[in-house]
């Protein structure tokens, strides 16, 4: 695995949101979205995992919080979306938890209720666990 692959993989999921933004356009559930997204990856051949729990654990007790993230993609890249009027820095630490918790190597956020995914919709985030891989 490399940083190359991770971006690829990464690539293509933003470009399905915005496909699925394209046809149903802003104003849906977060649900709405998630699993049309969940649909459109999985029919692409993808390994899709949607709503797990992440486990916590706190100085050696598992702390039963009823985490859960929106989407997990090939095991690498977390996804969790959102239909708020903007993405607020809770949204960003709550998906960088996530990454740490499960050792993931790279995250997005992605925001329906926007104009445009591409332009103001979406953030990524790396962890170092990513910058530890090759880049090709």
């Known amino acids: 695995m490399t940083q190359k692959d991770i971006n690829k993989l990464s690539y293509d ?5 915005i496909e699925v933004h394209k046809e149903l356009g802003p104003g849906l ?10 649909h459109l990856l999985k029919l692409n051949g993808y390994h899709v995992q949607s709503q797990q729990r992440v486990p916590l654990f706190f100085k ?3 702390i039963d919080c009823e985490l859960r993230y929106d989407i997990l993609v090939n095991n690498l890249i977390i996804v ?3 239909a708020a009027d903007t ?9 960088l938890t996530y990454l740490r918790l499960l050792q993931k190597p790279k995250g997005i956020l992605i925001n329906f209720k ?5 332009k103001e919709g979406q953030r990524t985030f790396v962890t170092e666990m990513y910058r530890n891989l090759p880049v090709e």
Do not use: D, M, R, W
């Not at 999921?13 to 949101?17: C, H, L, Q, R």
């Not at 993405?87 to 998906?95: G, T």
């Not at 926007?114 to 591409?118: G, R």
């Open 13 to 17: 999921i933003i470009g399905f949101a």
């Open 29 to 38: 559930l977060e649900s709405v979205y998630e699993k049309c997204l969940v």
């Open 60 to 62: 050696g007790l598992e």
């Open 80 to 82: 969790e979306l959102k």
């Open 87 to 95: 993405l607020l820095p809770i949204h960003e630490a709550q998906l």
């Open 114 to 118: 926007c104009t445009n995914i591409f």
